[in-house]
């Protein structure tokens, strides 16, 4: 059964164009997901959530590019810097058995099996647009749960004003970890208000299928109204903390890469224009990049007594 979330991010029926194989692809998602509640493996209903479009009359794009591209050009530096050379070098990475540790101010703390996690949340789908900070846009069609279900069986403090989320991969397994060129491990953190929004997703499936492990299996962030390395791969470990977090890339270099790396076309990257990017798949499009990635209505007030010029 599929049903249809009415919270805001949906689509309406026919509203999305071109999605010919997105439609065909829910079929598969059907089909898929009912084997596997068959098997016991979600415990309720699979559940769709399209996003955007018809609300947002400048969003032109959301039939999801395709699934070879979003499983073949990847950013996973624990890997390699190459993304079209991702995907053969994390196929050695073994995502389960796989732990996840939940550690720091929460009620929940200790470690949880993947499979347990698997078993605790229902699955939806949510298609996302994802823009990275390179400039290049996709639409991927999610599966996974909001992150929001993940706090509410934590159960952080009041205390807890941040959390931090770290990736493992061993150095044996991810050759890019091996030199200490980066500030490994890649970790990445939001605010507690941020991680609590019901955009924030927690994604275990891509196209109807198990996450690949160049995607990030087993289950990864996916904050689809901040640039792209927000969305850590690979989780290991939440961490539920009073202080901001060090991140990957504004230790790796901070000039360039804020902690809260909302999207955001006026605020050029010290290197190249924000403005426009590029869908993945388009040899000469380009499309205007939103403020928030087109997702402000959601997101807005997070940020609004906060100059975001200055907290980039
Ligand atoms: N652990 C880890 N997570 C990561 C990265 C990474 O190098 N390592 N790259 C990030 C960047 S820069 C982007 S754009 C997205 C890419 O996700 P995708 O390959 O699934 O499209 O993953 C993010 N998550
Ligand atoms: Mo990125």
Redesign the pocket.
């Known amino acids: 059964m599929l049903v249809k979330r009415r919270a805001g991010w949906e689509l309406a029926e026919g509203s999305a164009h071109s999605e010919h194989d997105y439609y065909s692809r829910r079929k598969l998602l059907k089909t898929v997901g009912t084997a596997l509640v068959g098997a016991g493996v979600f415990g309720s209903p699979l559940t769709a959530a399209v996003l955007n479009s018809r609300k947002n009359q400048e969003f032109q794009r959301l039939e999801p590019t395709a699934e070879k591209l ?1 499983t073949s ?6 890997f390699t810097t190459d993304k079209k050379g ?1 995907k053969k070098l994390a196929a050695r990475m073994i995502t389960n058995p796989w732990e996840v540790q939940i550690t720091g101010l929460a009620e929940n703390t200790g470690i949880i099996d993947i499979d347990d996690i698997f078993k605790k949340f229902s699955v939806e789908q949510r298609i996302y647009r ?1 823009r ?3 400039t290049w846009s ?1 639409v ?1 069609p999610w599966d996974g749960f909001p992150l929001k279900a993940l706090l509410d069986y934590a159960k952080p403090l009041s205390s807890a004003k941040f959390v931090a989320f770290t ?1 493992y ?1 061993d150095k044996a397994i991810a050759p890019g970890m091996a030199g200490n060129y980066f500030p490994w491990p ?1 970790m ?1 953190g939001l605010t507690i208000e941020e991680a609590a929004n019901p955009l924030s997703f927690m994604a275990t499936g891509i196209y109807g299928k198990t996450l690949p492990p ?3 299996a087993p289950m ?1 962030l996916v904050i689809p109204w901040k ?8 989780i290991r470990r939440i961490h539920f903390t009073d202080r901001m977090p060090a991140t ?1 890339w504004n230790t790796a270099q901070a000039n360039e890469y804020g902690f809260y790396a909302n999207v955001n076309p006026q605020v050029d990257h010290p290197r190249w224009s924000q403005k426009y990017d590029k869908p993945l798949g388009s040899f000469f499009g380009r499309e205007k990049t939103l403020m928030f990635n087109g997702y402000g209505e959601q997101v807005a007030h997070l940020y609004k007594n906060m100059d975001l010029r200055r907290f980039f």
């Open positions: 979003i050009y990847n950013n996973f530096y624990e991702v994802l990275c900070v390179e996709a991927v990736t991969v890649y990445e160049q995607n990030g990864r640039y792209g390395f927000k969305s850590i791969k690979s990957f």
